[in-house]
């Protein structure tokens, strides 16, 4: 492992297989250290800047209360409330953010944006979901995963549905890069990027792992051990609804569908936040319209014992401890 300090966290490829299992075993340590009221403040006295273009409660609320656990002050800034991009260049501002703040986490539309920043603030970056990577989110996926399997090389981790978006993205380079059988199944249309697949294919070589694309549900999920979905229109693709139910219903993951894995022991994961229930979501004028009761997972799964997406909500916090403290915290 080379060393963490000062590096920025922009996709799963920053970092070898051996940094990212790091990472997630140091996230388990904090987690188990929180548990006992060990105090871990690596990062007393830092100054944090939270970055937010998007919408978010995990992503926002992880990084509040690790910055908080880790001794180091947050500061929340949202879309309209600094000049990123607008009356500034990204430039500029990157390079004031870095005369100010320690680390800077960035949620937003283009990734070239994330980029900048960590090309010219001085301070480590992390990505907290662009349109094309959420690694973060990864992170906390796979210690869900070795929490339940105690393993990640190996495991079949299959993600049905919208295989173009930016958590599909990550979750295939990063089962690559650790190791694992991962698939993507989802509509021709909405396959992966050349070039991602590509790089999964790269990685998977390096780690002994395997990539699949296919759009045939039952070889796609035969002998899961997860079953992970998103939903089928991210933020900022609001318009595409009626398209994607169209072509995204044949992949709804339903007790079916975990039933056709042929594994009892099958967990199903959702990055969160997930249409289940018509009744208490949001866009209940699209469900109603289309006759739907719920969107890429029935209730019943979401609800069910193969259900683990309140651990991974969890984990998103001590996995982005883990990364702030790797990068910020002299460590390593
Ligand atoms: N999973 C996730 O990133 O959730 P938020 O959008 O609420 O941060
Ligand atoms: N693909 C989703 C993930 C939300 C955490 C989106 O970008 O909206």
Not at 75 to 80: I, M, R, T, W
Not at 97 to 119: N, P, Q, S, Y
Not at 252 to 263: R, S, Y
């Amino acid at each position: 492992i080379s060393k963490f300090n000062g590096r920025s966290f922009l996709a799963e490829k920053d970092f070898s297989k051996e940094e990212f299992m790091y990472l997630i075993d140091l996230a388990f340590q904090l987690k188990d250290e929180k548990k006992h009221g060990i105090p871990h403040r690596y990062l007393e006295g830092k100054n944090i800047a939270l970055l937010f273009e998007k919408p978010s409660t995990r992503t926002r609320c992880a990084f509040t209360v690790a910055c908080t656990d880790l001794g180091a002050h947050p500061e929340y800034l949202g879309k309209d409330d600094i000049q990123l991009g607008k009356k500034e260049s990204i430039e500029d501002t990157a390079k004031v953010l870095g005369r100010m703040f320690d680390g800077i986490e960035f949620r937003g539309f283009e990734h070239k944006k994330v980029e900048m920043l960590a090309e010219h603030s001085g301070v480590p970056v992390w990505n907290g979901l662009t349109d094309l990577w959420h690694p973060t989110q990864t992170l906390a996926d796979f210690l869900t995963v070795k929490e339940n399997f105690g393993r990640l090389e190996g495991i079949t981790f299959v993600y049905v549905g919208d295989g173009r978006n930016n958590v599909a993205n990550s979750l295939l380079v990063g089962g690559a890069l650790v190791g694992m059988d991962v698939r993507i199944c989802s509509p021709e249309s909405l396959f992966p990027a050349a070039e991602i697949v590509e790089l999964a294919q790269e990685l998977a070589k390096q780690s002994g792992g395997r990539v699949t694309i296919t759009s045939n549900v039952d070889e796609g999920v035969a002998g899961a051990d997860v079953i992970y979905t998103d939903v089928w229109v991210s933020m900022g693709e609001e318009d595409k609804f009626e398209e994607r139910i169209e072509l995204l219903s044949p992949y709804h993951v339903k007790m079916e569908m975990l039933e056709k894995t042929g594994n009892e022991n099958v967990i199903f994961l959702h990055c969160l936040p997930a249409f289940h229930d018509r009744e208490t979501s949001y866009g209940k004028d699209i469900y109603t319209k289309h006759g739907l009761a719920e969107m890429e997972v029935t209730d019943e799964v979401f609800r069910s014992k193969h259900s683990k997406v309140f651990d991974q909500a969890e984990n998103r916090m001590h996995t982005i401890k883990a990364v702030m403290a790797a990068t910020l915290g002299n460590l390593v």
